[in-house]
């Protein structure tokens, strides 16, 4: 999840599957981003959807995915170091109970390798 207005390094790439320039802040949202664009299950993402009315602040969504069924899918990437953060976990928490409430319920966190 970023934070609206984030001031971090910015990738910027065009992606088949997304009408939007994609804009990666980190290793895991990049390599998701290009796992989505080889993925044959999903028809289209979008990358940072902003989340309103967020209690915590203003926040983003790191994938908004639409499966071939039409369903839809959420991941949040967060490096593994930080899943035992108070924040971090709040932040998690206040995402799943977003996209829960507009009945997604294929929410899930993409986490970098365990070494």
Do not use: H
Request: aromatic letters at 8%; a positive charge; glycine letters at 6%.
């Amino acid at each position: 999840m970023i934070k609206k207005g984030f001031k971090g390094r910015c990738q910027k790439r065009q992606m088949k599957k997304c009408k939007e320039v994609v804009r990666t802040y980190g290793a895991i949202q990049l390599a998701y981003a290009e796992r989505l664009e080889q993925e044959d299950s999903i028809i289209e993402f979008q990358c940072n959807v902003m989340l309103s009315g967020l209690e915590a602040g203003e926040y983003s969504s790191d994938f908004v995915c639409e499966k071939q069924n039409g369903d839809l899918m959420v991941r949040e990437c967060v490096e593994r170091r930080f899943l035992k953060k108070p924040m971090t976990v709040k932040l998690l928490d206040a995402s799943r109970e977003y996209w829960t409430r507009r009945g997604i319920t294929d929410w899930g966190i993409v986490t970098d390798e365990e070494k």
